[in-house]
């Protein structure tokens, strides 16, 4: 399969046993905000190289590291900052040597596209007017971790009025039909196709929470050989390529 999988499919897969990996190929699991800039790069990768098909499993980093923990049968795992890397590295999880920077992103607050919010300062998301209820990443969902710092840093504490979502797709969906007033996403998000119907209200300064940056790393297992071609593509210069169109900005 070499097109984008829902989260029930994506969960079947990474639930298949190796027989199933080797008849699809490499299995690449990815976080949500990679969607588009990933299945654009497989299409180049795959007349580049002729290759065995790309199967992508998207979703939060968080849940995607603990399937692989759990014994997920993944091949390539790219996620959206360090930490689910860092814990699948000290599990020795990682083919050695492996683990590369892929790409750098930045964190924004969106709104439906036909709200009324007037946005005067930072400090307005401390009032439950005009932004009510709040949308970001659950507990250790990147983006939403991401969200959590800046908002400890501008002191804000939205108590109820926080909307968790499993991933920041989610969280865009939420802000897209306009079930909440505003939400916390990557700026590659805010500027996808799935973004149809938000704008951007505001951009966070990077230095108001952790770097945002998405390792890439091969993992243990029957297709290393063929995984580390497909991460040299997309850390080299044709793969940096198509993540700055998608509006990645460059790991290095």
Do not use: C
């Not at 654009?40 to 580049?48: I, T």
């Not at 050989?225 to 790991?251: N, P």
Request: aromatic share 6%; net charge positive.
């Amino acid at each position: 399969m070499k097109r984008f999988m829902g989260p029930l499919v994506a969960m079947v897969v990474l639930a298949a046993g190796p027989r199933a990996i080797a008849a699809s190929g490499l299995t690449v699991a990815a976080a949500s905000s990679l969607t588009d800039a990933l299945q654009a790069s497989e299409r180049l990768y795959d007349r580049a190289r002729r290759s065995p098909s790309v199967t992508f499993a998207f979703g939060a980093s968080n849940q995607l590291e603990r399937q692989i923990e759990a014994g997920a049968p993944v091949d390539v795992f790219a996620s959206a900052s360090d930490t689910e890397m860092d814990r699948l590295e000290h599990l020795g999880r990682l083919s050695p040597g492996t683990r590369r920077p892929l790409a750098r992103n930045t964190l924004v607050l969106v709104v439906p596209a036909a709200s009324k919010v007037t946005w005067r300062a930072w400090t307005d998301l401390k009032r439950p007017d005009p932004i009510r209820r709040v949308a970001l990443g659950a507990p250790g969902v990147p983006a939403g971790d991401y969200a959590r710092q800046t908002l400890r840093h501008l002191g804000v504490r939205l108590g109820d009025r926080e909307v968790p979502g499993e991933n920041v797709r989610q969280v865009l969906a939420y802000v897209a039909r306009g079930e909440v007033d505003a939400g916390f996403v990557f700026r590659t998000d805010a500027q996808s196709p799935a973004a149809h119907g938000v704008r951007v209200l505001a951009v966070v300064p990077d230095s108001w929470h952790a770097p945002i940056r998405y390792p890439i790393a091969v993992l243990r297992g029957p297709h290393e050989a063929a995984a580390k071609d497909y991460v040299a593509f997309l850390t080299g210069r044709k793969g940096q390529a198509i993540l700055r169109r998608y509006g990645f900005q460059t790991a290095r």
